[in-house]
């Protein structure tokens, strides 16, 4: 017994000596829970080694028949060793370091791990279990199929996710540069690193390893020329990162890096990918037993772990890999009964028969052979899944039986083996047990040869198909240990030739991430206007419009609020309208053709309403223009339209090269709208100059000082009152709103908020783009004709559109409308004519200034005559409306222009 | 071990094209099998071929995300959609081939009280033709689907959710065999990797089809090939308003059945479901600018797990295994193209953009009957190609755009 070991637990019973460059610190035991018992492991264990140095095999149950599964590559490439640790499901424990008070289970079973109840899918379900057996059965009588799919559900998945998970792993990320990055620390990689910054170039190796060294690794004299190589490299200037995954390899050297909690998004010169090999499992019956093992998994146990994989070994392989962990096994001090060197015969029978799901015994044409572990190893395949992810052709090498990376893109390079230089000579389609039962091809869904030959008589008779029928291919290993083999089952089954077969397509990311780490932190920016506190502290109900936090009402009234602005002054935040500068001797003629009307003959300190069209008529967004001086407009949009009519102009006018800038202000301005009878005299209790009705018109725009703060005000009237829309540095929002409250305190002023305010541009008619109108509204429709200027000398963008649209006539009209019996629709409610859908109630609301519910409505043309009756359901009844054209409040207009 | 399930193959190859089909229709994904089924089935029409230049359900078919529903904005497409999920709940059984549709109910959440009211229009339109379809507030959502989170403290809280009872999600792969199978039973052949590459066209009218394996004459053509569709029409001098882009989705590792829901985000661009196999199947919008290249970015999937993650933090550590991408037509108005056009002979069905594999089954149905009529159904009346000339476009965004 090795030293470490504690008494009465079997923390470490089936460790060698130290080995020479083991891994684990025999001073630091490591306790964890497995299935609820405690097991004690050391520091620099993984889960995988632990376990498996404490005499545990099952770790957990396959996908489909339930068979026992545990270590097979101890690299992390194949799927068999997924467990759940400490909730989090699927985590491949053969990689996963140790951690002290893990708790650790098996995936997919049924009662307990070694005794599954489901398992009796392995012993009775195989006939009844075809490939696709799902898509024949459970069709009749349809209504079962519910109960029939509840119960296929539950047989599916292979961890449990906790119900009650949340996010608490920080994780982050950074973007990176380097010349050269070098995915792989293997010998090629290291050494073409180390030729790169000899060059003067910047270089970065990532290696999915816990050390860099790649398959040198596996052999001991291999660490000690891995370590120098890697002392040589740091030497250099290489910067050495693992463990780390690149996630894919994406075009213009775009390389994301997963190192634990981390995601480094690499930006690289050259990429040059020396990802080595996979080592490839043979098909044989019994080939997925627990201890029938991958040649360097068994390596890694004695050589990293110090771990007796088992007593007695029998090694069937292809090529020298499988001979190098005989050595290893040996000096390990077990038994080899038998190595079967594929190169040297013809392919023999071979089955591994067991007990329980554990090897114990393999039979060589007919002759048994007692054994505890088998090391299989297939030719080893070149890691190419990240060049066929980054656009590389792959093709077959008959000759030496593997696929080969060929046609690389772009400052893509490959070196070492997985360009197909895999060392020693290997028989190259090494299919065995091609007619046996139970011979696995795909471990991570269960699938035989059988399973394949009996989908392509079928039909499925091409790999894309038979990927997606068998699933061969598809589970967590991603088809590292199952693609190639599958193909060497179609090609010999439909005796086609495996180029002719092909390969799937190979998908991001290189191995499975989790969501978390791609996600990266858990919140958004969400945007607030720099009087968010203020509203908060004034009772404002906060709601979520688009990114945007804003006041729905300041009490249970928006009502009430609404009519305060009618009665004496109210004050709204509107700091989300987007606020775009356009500058530049060019600067009317440009808005003369993004809008359907003019803008060059607006009058300095004038505003213009203005409605954006798309190329095909089709309306964007609308806001206010004003004109700053003769080369400078000052455009307002709509709170979610800003980034998008900042992004048209700017597409525009690369189109166009007119002498003309702008700039987004939409964060750097704040807005507030002062509106009310009171509107005036609390202007110019906080101002000096003019805002008589004279000297400040309806629609003027002037600069003007108040609260000591020169700003922009505009003279609009969006709520219909009397109202000042002021612009200026959004940091002084808190100061001006405060200074017109305070100083106008006599004139009843009172903040309100967004839910009053549609109720009074809607008493006005006003529109609210998006809401009245959709994607596919144009100006004629939406009742704006009037804004339709086609006699300027440059077609503005959306003309010929909007042309047809009068060529054709109108279909539908957006008006105004009553409910004379009260009713009130929702908004979105359906106009029918003779029980069909013909419109829609597009805005609604009770109106207290009128005392009536109002609204805007589509209606098809011929009902869209002032007065006219029409029906909308409300509550699944055609109830009466009335058509009104205008405003329905204050029609003249005599309130805005007081 | 003894065949139990292999009574017959389900699906064959069929020997060399013959000289003359009565209808040639290019595309074999689910709409174009779909059409050759009725065709046979309703019309017993069966000298049809079916040209596909790969393996059938290789394109938007075999891409999806699955999802079949019938709560549209627009009359005319819910319509058309309800008769399309009508269709899907029979199918299994008429096709004999179980396509797995799991009808547990389909949810387009809000995160605004604009996108509430979107919802609610769309519950308007679908109550006046019968669909069920009606908007939920948040506690509604969470008590229905107790697994997701309605939290305020996110950046997209939820509002509310159009709920539609009958959304689901089939197994695509199964629809698109289910049809060939019975296809293939009818007589009608499906034959794989035959690249279209050209067509004979004279007096107005096509007469024939090229293609990589020889020429053949045939009496209709229909094009159905999706990513691919105004290059086939352009071979046929028909111009199409049509934008290819493309469309990602990523599915999981599989897990134990967590959610049986389809949850939906117009506003944060995601949709999610769980498959029957355990995996999370994830999809987005549109990436924002056209292309045929059919690679993956990685800020769609950052973006993706940011997003699904607000909404099921429970998720945080499940992985992804595999992100791909699929070509998408999309037309001006997020509406599909269907019909006849301006070359005698040769019809088309595209303009699917990202909601195509939900309406096969009525597509089949329609496009059948004109062809063997001769005349437009009423029901695809609305999706003419001419509309784009008579400016009567079908506005589908709101419900179309990340509303799978």
Known sequence: ?898 | MKDIFLKKQILKRPDELKRHYDVVIIGGGSHGLATAYYLATHHGITNVAILEKSYIGSGAAGRNTTIIRANYRTPEGAAFYKQSVELYERLSGELDFNLMFSQHGHFTLAHSDRSLVVQQERAEVNKLLGIDSYVIDAKEVKKLCPQINISTDVTWPIQGALYHPPGGIIRHDAVVWGFAKQVTRAGIEIHQNVEVTGFDISNGRVHGVKTTKGDVSCGVVLSATAGWSSIVAKMAGVPLPIIGSILQAFVTEPVKPFLDKIIVSAQMHIYCSQTDRGEFLIGAEVEPYPTYSNKGTFPFVEYACRHVLELFPQLHATKILRHWTGLCDMSPDYSPIMGLTELDGFLVDCGWGTYGFKAAPIVGVTLAELIAKGKTPALIEPFKLDRFYTDTLVSEAAAAAVSH
Request: glycine share 12%.
């Open chain 1, 1 to 898: 017994m090795a030293s470490g070991a504690l008494p009465g637990r079997i923390g470490a019973v089936s460790r060698l000596d130290p080995q020479p460059h083991e891994r684990i610190d025999r001073s630091k035991p490591v306790s964890f829970t497995f299935e609820g018992k405690a097991v004690d492991g050391f520091e620099g264990d993984t889960i995988g080694s632990a376990l498996y140095a404490s005499g545990r095999r099952v770790f957990s149950r396959s996908f489909k028949y339930h068979r026992p599964r545990g270590l097979q590559c101890c690299s992390g490439h194949c799927a068999n060793c997924q467990m759940t640790v400490d909730g989090i499901p699927n985590v491949r424990v053969c990689t996963t370091p140790l951690r002290s008070g893990a708790a650790v289970k098996g995936q997919n079973y049924v009662g307990s791990l070694e005794r599954d109840l489901m398992q009796a899918t392995d012993k009775l379900g195989g006939p009844f279990t075809p490939p696709g057996f799902y898509y024949k059965t459970f069709i009749r009588p349809r209504k079962l199929w519910p109960l029939y799919e509840k119960i296929l559900r539950n047989a599916a998945g292979l961890g449990k996710l906790d119900p009650a998970g949340a996010r608490t792993e920080r994780v982050d990320g950074e973007y990176r540069h380097a010349d050269v990055l070098v995915l792989g620390g293997g010998q090629a990689g290291l050494d073409a690193a180390i030729e790169a910054a000899a060059g003067g170039e910047s270089v970065v190796v990532i290696d999915e390893g816990p050390e860099v060294g790649g398959g040198l690794l596996a052999d001991r004299a291999g660490v000690t020329t891995a370590r120098a190589l890697a002392d040589k490299a740091r030497a250099a200037g290489v910067e050495l990162i693992a463990p780390a995954i690149a996630i894919g390899l994406f075009e213009q050297g775009f390389v994301p890096v997963a190192v634990g909690n981390l995601l480094l998004k690499f930006r690289a010169e050259r990429v040059i990918v020396a990802a080595g090999i996979v080592e490839q499992p043979l098909v044989f019956p019994g080939n997925d037993l627990i201890g029938v093992m991958l040649p360097d998994g068994v390596r890694r146990l004695i050589n990293y772990w110090s771990i007796k994989p088992g007593e007695r070994a029998v090694v069937i392989t292809a090529d020298e890999r499988g001979l190098k962990a005989a050595e290893d096994l040996e000096a390990a001090g077990v038994e080899i009964a038998k190595v079967i060197d594929l190169r040297e015969a013809e392919p023999p029978n071979i089955e591994a028969r067991g007990r329980r799901g554990r090897v114990t015994e393999i039979h060589v044409n007919g002759q048994s052979t007692k054994c505890d572990l088998v090391v299989m190893s297939g030719s080893p395949q070149p890691n190419y899944k990240l060049l066929a992810q980054a656009g590389a052709r792959v093709a077959y090498d008959s000759a030496r039986g593997i696929f080969v990376p060929t046609d690389l893109p772009e400052n893509v390079e490959a070196v070492g083996a997985v360009t197909g230089d895999v060392g020693t000579p290997a028989v190259p389609s090494p299919v065995l047990g091609y007619k046996g039962d139970k011979c696995f091809v795909c471990f991570c869904e269960d699938q035989t040869t059988k399973d394949l030959k009996y989908a392509i008589r079928e039909g499925f008779d091409s790999i894309e198909l038979s990927k997606r029928y068998t699933t061969v291919t598809m589970g967590p290993c991603q088809g590292r240990l199952c693609h190639v083999n599958s193909i060497r089952v179609y090609a010999k089954a439909t005796k086609l030739d495996e180029n002719t077969i092909g390969t799937t397509t190979a998908r991001p990311p290189y191995t499975p991430i989790s969501m978390g780490l791609l996600a990266g932190n858990p919140q958004e920016p969400k945007k607030r206007t720099s009087l968010h506190h203020l509203h908060k502290d004034l009772g404002g109900r906060m709601m979520w419009t688009g990114q945007w936090r804003r006041p729905h009402s300041y009490g249970d009234d928006p009502g009430a609020e609404a009519q305060h602005v009618h009665k004496a002054l109210g004050l709204i935040d509107v700091s989300t309208l987007g606020k775009i500068l356009v500058k530049g001797p060019d600067a009317g003629a440009f808005l003369d053709r993004v809008y359907p009307n003019r803008f060059s003959d607006l009058k300095v300190g004038r505003t213009r309403y203005g409605v954006l069209t798309g190329d095909a008529g089709r309306i964007m967004d609308d806001g206010v223009v004003a004109r700053i001086d003769d080369d400078t407009f000052y455009v307002s949009a709509t709170s979610t339209g800003a980034d998008g009519v900042y992004q048209w102009f700017t597409w525009w006018n690369a189109v166009w090269f007119m002498d003309v800038q702008f700039a987004n202000l939409t964060g750097a301005l704040a807005a507030i709208n002062v509106a009310g009878p009171n509107a005036r005299a609390a202007m110019e209790r906080v101002s000096g100059d003019d805002f008589s009705a004279e000297g400040f018109a309806y629609l003027d725009a002037k600069h003007v000082t108040v609260a000591g703060v020169p700003m922009l005000a505009l003279r609009i009237g969006f709520v219909g009152e009397l109202g000042y829309e002021l612009h200026f540095p959004s940091p002084l929002a808190e100061h001006v709103w405060d200074t017109i409250i305070a100083e106008g305190a006599d004139l009843d002023p009172k903040p309100f908020g967004l839910e009053p305010q549609r109720i009074l541009r809607l008493e006005k008619g006003h529109v609210i783009i998006g809401q009245d109108t959709d994607s596919e509204s144009n100006l004629l429709e939406a009742a704006m004709p009037w804004l339709v200027k086609n006699d300027k000398e440059f077609d503005w963008v959306g003309k010929w559109a909007t042309q047809q649209v009068d060529d054709r006539g109108l279909n539908w009209l957006l008006v105004g409308f009553e409910s004379p019996t009260g009713a009130m629709p929702v908004e979105g409610g359906q106009v029918v004519v003779d029980g069909k859908s013909s419109g829609r109630v597009t805005s609604v609301r009770q109106s207290d200034e009128l005392g009536k519910v109002i609204g805007l409505a589509i209606l098809p043309t011929a009902l869209a005559v002032d007065g006219g009756r029409f029906d909308v359901q409300v509550n699944g009844k055609p109830t009466p409306m009335t058509v009104r054209l205008g405003a329905f409040y204050d029609p003249a207009g005599e309130k805005v222009k007081s």
